[in-house]
């Protein structure tokens, strides 16, 4: 069965100090990879997704993500990180046995910013 | 236009009450998923509509739980004799779905968080 896993829950950088989330999968065929991001009492917004193509993909806020068939992974980037970055960042994959494309989620990574 | 609205977006409900989830999808989308988030963890797959048709309810925890969208658009998500455990937040999404359409974009609601005493 898929699933995703996000290894690390909490994650403190400074302002301006550079990014990376981690993300694996496990998943049987090509998956379609996405990165969410949620603030308190909001829904998840989407940050960027991975269908085919180009592994490096651009998303919104300046986050972009690569794709790596060979490590099962796809990590989430930011060269300079904003206060209003702090959130909770979910990596998610299409389910390959549902219709409609439900989504599986991994636990989530909390992210603090430090002025 | 309208983002996905859910409400009410607190309930609080005793043990063994019904409970009942509104799910208002952006106009014109077909798709609409439930999940559940439970504190501390990512979402849940609950069940999936196309239109009026629940084509998915594998994610359904018991037999308490039920889902409809009797018309297509407005979807709710019922709760009967709740326990504890099913203290959560239910998230709703939307999305636009053509065939073979699972590469588009799910829209979130703001979510109903659950407590249950």
């Known amino acids: 069965a898929q699933s995703v896993t996000q290894p690390d829950i909490h994650i403190t950088v400074s302002e301006g100090a550079s990014l990376e989330l981690r993300c694996n999968y496990s998943y049987g065929a090509t998956p379609y990879l996405f990165w969410y991001v949620q603030s308190p009492g909001q829904g998840l917004q989407l940050l960027l997704k991975y269908f085919s193509g180009d592994t490096l993909v651009q998303g919104i806020k300046g986050f972009e993500a690569e794709f790596k068939r060979s490590q099962s992974s796809f990590n989430l980037r930011k060269p300079s990180v904003h206060w209003s970055d702090a959130a909770e960042y979910f990596c998610a994959v299409v389910g390959e046995d549902g219709q409609g494309g439900k989504l599986i989620f991994g636990q989530g990574t909390e992210l603090s910013v430090k002025p | 236009g309208a983002g996905v609205s859910q409400s009410p977006r607190y309930k609080v409900a005793k043990r063994g009450q019904d409970v009942a989830l509104r799910c208002d999808p952006i106009s014109g989308h077909v798709s609409l998923f439930w999940y559940q988030q439970a504190l501390g963890q990512g979402p849940e797959f609950l069940t999936y509509?196309?239109?009026?048709?629940?084509?998915?309810k594998s994610g359904l925890p018991s037999d308490r739980f039920f889902a409809e969208r009797p018309e297509g658009s407005v979807s709710t998500l019922k709760i009967q004799r709740t326990q504890q455990e099913d203290s959560a937040v239910y998230l709703c999404?939307?999305?636009?779905?053509?065939?073979?359409?699972?590469?588009?974009?799910?829209?979130f609601g703001p979510g109903t968080r659950l407590t249950v005493l």
């Open positions: 999404a939307s999305s636009t779905r053509l065939a073979g359409g699972i590469r588009h974009e799910q829209f």
């Open positions: 509509f196309q239109n009026e048709a629940q084509l998915d």
